[in-house]
């Protein structure tokens, strides 16, 4: 099996964040998550700003990105790092509550690699983050600038 690529989350509900460490960890599905709890945290750590300065110059395998969050919301972070010549290549996945057609169809304008709707459901929610896991952070081969480290 191929090396675990780092995700980045950016969810503001420590609920979901629980949840989705908690799927991550008991599928051994990441060598590293970090959380950043809103929109201007993940723009922080794409371009190192901040108290991100000094983190690693590799970029994440994937992002899982919420759109409902405080600061700068999920599909202006979307915009920017699509619309950004270095980052665009970056997977994004959008791991959302909402069902609304328009955020739906806004994210693939902008270049979403995938939307998903979270499930209400704890069990679905988990087997929804394992195979998540598992496709981005295994199988997908990650982009040049995503350094992928051997388990």
């Known amino acids: 099996m191929n090396g675990l690529g780092r995700i980045l989350l950016v969810e503001d509900d420590p609920k979901d964040v629980e949840l989705t460490l908690t799927a ?3 599928y051994n599905l990441a060598n590293e998550v970090v959380v950043v709890g809103d929109g201007e945290q993940a723009l922080d750590y794409l371009y190192r700003r901040g108290t ?8 994440p395998a ?5 759109l409902k969050l405080p600061k700068v919301d999920g599909l202006e972070v979307l915009q920017q790092v699509k619309a950004d010549k270095e980052l665009k290549v970056l997977p994004v996945v959008v791991l959302t509550s909402s069902r609304e057609e328009k955020d739906m ?3 693939y304008h902008l270049g979403v690699n995938a939307y998903v709707v979270k ?3 704890f069990h679905e ?3 929804g983050i394992k ?3 598992i496709f981005w952070a295994i199988i997908n081969e990650p982009p040049p600038g995503s350094i992928r480290k051997q388990s």
Request: proline share 4%.
């Open 24 to 26: 991550l960890e008991e």
């Open 62 to 66: 994937v992002i899982l990105l919420d």
């Open 131 to 133: 195979e998540l896991g």
């Open 105 to 107: 169809v806004k994210s």
């Open 125 to 127: 929610f988990v087997n």
């Open 52 to 59: 991100f300065q000094t983190r690693t110059q590799d970029n």
């Open 119 to 121: 499930p209400v459901d």
